[in-house]
């Protein structure tokens, strides 16, 4: 079983950056994947970023490959998403999902633990 709790969203204006973090508590070890999913008012959640846990693997969705970058601290339990360049069209709400899987899920169904979620707001 995984926790996940989401902080760092906000408001900021396009081309400002933001950091999330995702504390990630529970059974970390095997083939745990993390990722960050965000929702935008009446449309379908979307697969930002993935990571594997222990194999620093990652997979970015399209519409933010070369912004934004998802990272993790062992250390500290907790997964960073650095979101640079950033634009209207990424305002929504940002949700931190975890699975067990030897690959990492680009769709919603492939996670079964979902944190609360985080508001990032971006004004153009």
């Known amino acids: 079983q995984v926790q996940l709790v989401e902080s760092g969203g906000g408001l900021v204006q396009a081309g400002d950056s933001l950091r999330l973090s995702c504390v990630v508590s529970?059974?970390?070890?095997?083939?745990?994947?993390v990722a960050w999913f965000r929702r935008a008012p009446g449309k379908e959640r979307e697969f930002v970023a993935g990571?594997?846990?222990?194999?620093?693997?990652?997979y970015y969705g399209d519409s933010v490959k070369g912004r934004f970058t998802i990272s993790r601290d062992k250390s500290k339990n907790t997964l960073y998403l650095q979101m640079n360049s950033l634009k209207p069209d990424d305002t929504g709400l940002y949700h931190c999902?975890?699975?067990?899987?030897?690959?990492?899920?680009?769709?919603?169904?492939?996670?079964?633990?979902w944190g609360q979620g985080t508001q990032v707001t971006v004004s153009s």
């Open positions: 999902a975890a699975d067990y899987r030897n690959s990492i899920p680009t769709v919603r169904t492939g996670y079964y633990y």
């Open positions: 529970g059974r970390t070890f095997g083939s745990v994947v």
């Open positions: 990571i594997r846990w222990n194999v620093e693997n990652t």
